[in-house]
């Protein structure tokens, strides 16, 4: 294996609370060093990161990487060369292809074609029930021992409850975590956030009433099952003030924030810009206000690229018929980054929510691997940027399948000049 010497460059590692400019040391894929080099250690090659951060690599929560079943739409080959070019060295991915991921077959499949990539790590949620149906709870241990670290629904709601509560007591029994988005069924059909401007536009709303229903109903059953669950991309001030007294009261609950929500809200569909035809729905600015505020203090744990390919087919339709998502994996670091700085919460913060905080919801999966944070001895998955690197957002130049994202054209800071996972540099 080859050994690396990073030098001159501004390491941050939220976990320890280290902040400065030192040097790191690499060999056979670990970090051997931080600060100091082992005896008899000789760099086969030397990254000078002089201007630039040193950060344990991305963990993003919410990526779609479209096989099987949609690869018009992406390839794993290009959306793991999308996370490598923005920093990401871990990710999560639902079970919503096609096949569903609900048999351990397909879930080792999906792994071993990541793995023969040799680009980020991919950990798969299976199936909460099988074909996403809500009728028939799949076999979780079976799909744990194939490598699924959670359960979810993706985005298709669970209409019965007492299916539900059943899929929590199984997990509950056996430590999984299911991961649920938050969102009635009948109340969440909509195409727009209920409000002013979707009663101007036109469009079918989706009240907040639609997410926090589904929470307090998540709240209550979690205290009856004694389940762990994490809610994916909630989008309300409403959804953030339930989440913050869950936990007051101690219950297991983590929760995430797309980069979508936190930036945008309902006013930038601007005149039904399929664009910003998201899941869940752009809210209002107030919602956007909440969702900053507790992130920075908390009570949302991480955030996410919630990263979905759409092939321009799909996008090029009325904004009530086009198909909801964004790329968005390479543009996870330099909104976080933006982020820390206008809201105060600042860089250590900014970088904690896409790193060890993610990390930690993974802990189960990948105990004591060092994944989110720079340990000596932990696995070397690390992403060196430039901090003060302006850039403009093209969508042509990305390198995810999907080209639409509703940043277009905005200016950003940051990029990733490195990336490296255990210890082999994949981008850069």
């Known amino acids: 294996m080859s050994r690396t010497l990073i030098t001159n460059g501004r390491v941050i590692d939220p976990a320890s609370g280290t902040d400065k400019k030192t040097d790191i040391a690499?060999?056979?894929?670990?970090?051997?060093?931080?600060?100091?080099?082992?005896?008899?250690?000789?760099?086969?090659?030397?990254?000078?990161?002089?201007?630039?951060?040193?950060?344990?690599?991305?963990?993003?929560?919410?990526?779609?990487?479209?096989?099987?079943?949609?690869e018009h739409e992406g390839m794993l080959e290009s959306e793991m060369a999308a996370a490598i070019a923005g920093g990401v060295t871990s990710l999560v991915c639902p079970p919503d292809t096609d096949p569903v991921l609900d048999e351990p077959g397909l879930v080792?499949?999906?792994?071993?074609?990541?793995?023969?990539?040799?680009?980020?790590?991919?950990?798969?949620?299976?199936?909460?029930?099988?074909?996403?149906?809500?009728?028939?709870?799949?076999?979780?241990?079976e799909l744990t021992e194939a490598g699924c670290i959670g359960f979810s629904q993706a985005d298709v709601p669970l209409a019965d409850t007492?299916?539900?509560?059943?899929?929590?007591?199984?997990?509950?029994?056996?430590?999984?975590?299911?991961?649920?988005?938050?969102?009635?069924?009948?109340?969440?059909?909509g195409v727009a956030a209920?409000?002013?401007?979707?009663?101007?536009?036109?469009?079918?709303?989706?009240?907040?009433?639609?997410?926090?229903?589904a929470i307090f109903t998540i709240v209550e059953l979690m205290k009856s099952t004694g389940a762990r669950v994490h809610l994916c991309r909630i989008s309300s001030a409403a959804g953030v003030a339930l989440v913050r007294a869950a936990k007051a009261q101690g219950l297991p609950l983590?929760?995430?924030?797309?980069?979508?929500?936190?930036?945008?809200?309902?006013?930038?569909?601007?005149y039904f810009d399929s664009r910003a035809r998201l899941n869940p729905p752009l809210r209002q600015q107030g919602d956007r206000d909440a969702l900053s505020a507790g992130l920075a203090d908390g009570t949302i744990d991480a955030l996410v690229s919630d990263h979905t390919p759409v092939e321009a087919d799909a996008k090029t339709l009325p904004f009530a018929e086009?198909?909801?998502?964004?790329?968005?994996?390479?543009?996870?670091?330099?909104?976080?980054?933006?982020?820390?700085?206008?809201?105060?919460?600042?860089?250590?913060?900014?970088?904690?929510?896409i790193t060890s905080a993610p990390a930690r919801l993974l802990a189960t999966a990948d105990a004591g691997s060092g994944i989110g944070r720079l340990v000596e001895g932990g696995v070397a998955d690390l992403c060196i940027f430039d901090p003060a690197?302006?850039?403009?957002?093209?969508?042509?130049?990305?390198?995810?399948?999907?080209?639409?994202?509703?940043?277009?054209?905005?200016?950003?800071?940051?990029?990733a000049r490195h990336t490296l996972v255990a210890g082999r540099v994949v981008h850069g």
């Open 26 to 70: 690499i060999a056979d894929g670990k970090i051997a060093g931080i600060g100091h080099t082992p005896a008899g250690f000789k760099a086969d090659r030397t990254i000078d990161a002089a201007g630039c951060v040193v950060a344990p690599g991305l963990v993003d929560l919410a990526a779609r990487l479209r096989e099987p079943g949609y």
């Open 108 to 141: 080792e499949m999906l792994k071993f074609r990541a793995e023969k990539l040799q680009c980020a790590r991919l950990f798969p949620l299976g199936a909460l029930t099988r074909s996403l149906a809500g009728g028939v709870l799949t076999e979780m241990a």
């Open 162 to 189: 007492q299916v539900l509560q059943r899929a929590l007591l199984y997990a509950s029994t056996f430590g999984y975590t299911v991961w649920l988005r938050p969102q009635d069924r009948d109340l969440g059909k």
């Open 194 to 213: 209920s409000g002013p401007l979707a009663t101007r536009l036109g469009l079918s709303g989706v009240p907040v009433s639609a997410e926090t229903i």
């Open 254 to 270: 983590t929760c995430d924030v797309s980069i979508n929500s936190l930036h945008l809200a309902d006013a930038d569909i601007g």
């Open 322 to 353: 086009a198909e909801p998502g964004a790329t968005g994996l390479e543009l996870l670091l330099p909104l976080a980054l933006q982020w820390g700085e206008r809201s105060g919460a600042g860089i250590a913060r900014a970088i904690e929510v």
């Open 389 to 415: 690197l302006e850039w403009q957002v093209e969508p042509d130049a990305l390198k995810s399948q999907g080209k639409h994202t509703p940043f277009a054209g905005y200016p950003v800071q940051g990029r």
